[in-house]
């Protein structure tokens, strides 16, 4: 993809620059990882069984742990060392969460508060070779690719490798002892898994309401454990989640009470035991006249968050 500027009406393309380190690399992530991925640093270089972790985060939204290498080197296996990193992090829980705990002083984490299923490992790049890309292409696979590029003017790009869709898992085309044993701990959620909590009725009104969100434009449908979230583009905020039920969907916004107009009062704070942010609002929707209304509320919630 090329960059440009606008000089005198014209179109000047912004060169590419090289990336000397992988210390480099990880000194911008690091110091950036709320804003690019959504997720809480926890240290540094931390090694374990013989195993170094160039960065060791924590996702606050789904509350697990993700690993974080950086690469220069295009010989590697993203999926060897991608679950040799997972293996590590599920066989020896209780060093991570010490780990956490030591490093953070304002919250102390238990194993039972942490998501290890949805644990996660992301490796950052300059480039991935066609192999290295054509590896992450199977269902539910828990390794994300993200390329960086550096440019002139100061701009730097992460760009996220999108895995080919495809039905194939890893577990069931390999014959590998040790990706097996992780793969049964590591889950992925997909659409299937939250369709099939809901009943024919919610499904059909999901779909309705998914056709009108993605209308605003470049929306990203994420799945986690408990529910989908709508992002926009690559802002890491949902500004849209949807939780299935059997007779209705439950749909949670973000949005300040003094930015929100709900003339019918729809809109509900959650319960504080969910620990959702404190603008976050609640509502459901049982029958398809419900749509209108509640696309209005949810399209308050896209325009506040679409440029934070």
Known sequence: MSIFKIKGGKLEKIKEKDISLEKDIQKLTELNLERIFNLEYVSSEFSLKNLRIDTLCFNPENKAFVVIE????????????????????????????????????SRTLTRESINWPQSRVIFVSPFFTSHQKEAINFKNLPIELWEIKYYGNDLIEYQNIEPLETSEKIETLTGNKFIKEVTKEVKNYDLEYHLKKGSE??????????????????????????????????????????????????????????????????????????????????????????ILYAMELVRQSYEFNKNR
Not at 203 to 208: G, M, S, V
Not at 219 to 234: A, F, M
């Open 70 to 105: 950086y690469k220069k080197d295009r010989s590697f296996s993203v999926i060897d060392q991608g679950f040799a990193y997972l293996s590590l992090l599920l066989n020896n829980k209780a060093d991570f969460l010490v780990e956490y705990n030591e490093k953070n002083k």
């Open 201 to 290: 009725k919610t499904r059909k009104l999901f779909y309705l309401l998914k056709e009108k969100i993605l209308e605003f434009g470049e929306i990203n449908e994420k799945y986690l454990q408990l529910y989908l979230s709508y992002k926009i583009g690559d802002n890491y905020i949902s500004f849209c989640q949807i939780h299935f039920f059997k007779e209705k969907l439950e749909i949670a916004i973000l949005i300040p009470d003094k930015k929100l107009f709900d003339s019918k009062g729809w809109a509900k704070k959650p319960p504080k035991s969910y620990g959702w942010a404190k603008n976050c609002k609640i509502f459901p929707i049982r029958s398809e006249k419900d």
